[in-house]
């Protein structure tokens, strides 16, 4: 079957940088996705690495290595409102919306 | 432009009751979704539709029936509800053209079971 790790917390202060990761196993592979989620929110779309690298969008940053089955969320330049829990996820088939999703990182800011 | 919709956002139900959770996009997505989430947990899919007048089972499909009557609709049934149901519902839609295979998400159902 297919599953997905990544931390459960992480806590950093305002203007830190924090990364998190996500090791998957996967009986194909089509690709990772991050999602954004506040609490009572609804979850948002982030990023998506289909190939091997980093895809910079703004302060967010994701990284994928196909060959070591990983991936990463670097959030830059931390503030406030990027307290939320942010999932990684991967198609459950070639189909990109059938997703499996981590259980989520809960990022605290502090201040 | 709403997105994606969602009714009710909460209910409380005994066990055994049925209901129907409703689901409306604007957006013309030809792909939509139901997933629940609970605490601690990641998102799991329980049904899906690939367009109107289909639907395919998810991960965690027992206990629920959909239809997708209209493109725009995607309703999630629960014919005799139980204490695990109760669960945050979510529903999703994406575009067939999507090169990001973005999900786009309602703002969620919140469903207790008694």
């Known amino acids: 079957g297919q599953s997905l790790e990544q931390p459960s917390e992480v806590t950093a202060v305002e203007g830190a940088i924090v990364q998190i990761n996500c090791t998957y196993q996967?009986?194909?592979?089509?690709?990772l996705s991050w999602y954004q989620q506040h609490d009572g929110g609804a979850p948002t779309f982030l990023s998506y690495?289909?190939?091997?690298g980093l895809e910079e969008t703004g302060r967010f940053s994701s990284f994928l290595s196909r060959s070591d089955s990983y991936g990463y969320l670097l959030l830059q330049e931390l503030q406030m409102k990027d307290s939320a829990s942010y999932f990684c996820?991967?198609?459950?088939?070639?189909?990109?919306?059938?997703?499996?999703f981590g259980a989520g990182t809960q990022v605290v800011v502090t201040p | 432009n709403a997105g994606v919709t969602q009714t009710p956002k909460f209910r409380v139900l005994k066990t055994g009751q049925s209901m129907t959770l409703l689901c409306a996009q604007d957006?013309?997505?030809?792909?939509m979704y139901w997933y629940r989430q609970d605490p601690g947990m990641g998102l799991r899919l329980i049904h899906y539709?690939?367009?109107?007048?289909?639907?395919a089972k998810g991960e965690v499909p027992d206990g629920y029936n959909v239809s997708r009557l209209k493109k725009q609709n995607f309703l999630l049934g629960l014919e005799s509800a139980a204490p695990s149901q109760t669960s945050v519902y979510f529903c999703?839609?994406?575009?067939?053209?999507?090169?990001?295979?973005?999900?786009?998400f309602g703002e969620g159902s919140r469903l207790t079971v008694l």
């Open positions: 539709s690939v367009g109107e007048g289909t639907t």
């Open positions: 996967t009986s194909g592979f089509y690709g």
């Open positions: 690495n289909a190939l091997d």
């Open positions: 996820a991967v198609p459950l088939t070639d189909s990109w919306g059938k997703l499996q």
């Open positions: 999703a839609s994406m575009g067939e053209n999507s090169n990001t295979g973005e999900l786009f």
């Open positions: 957006m013309n997505h030809e792909y």
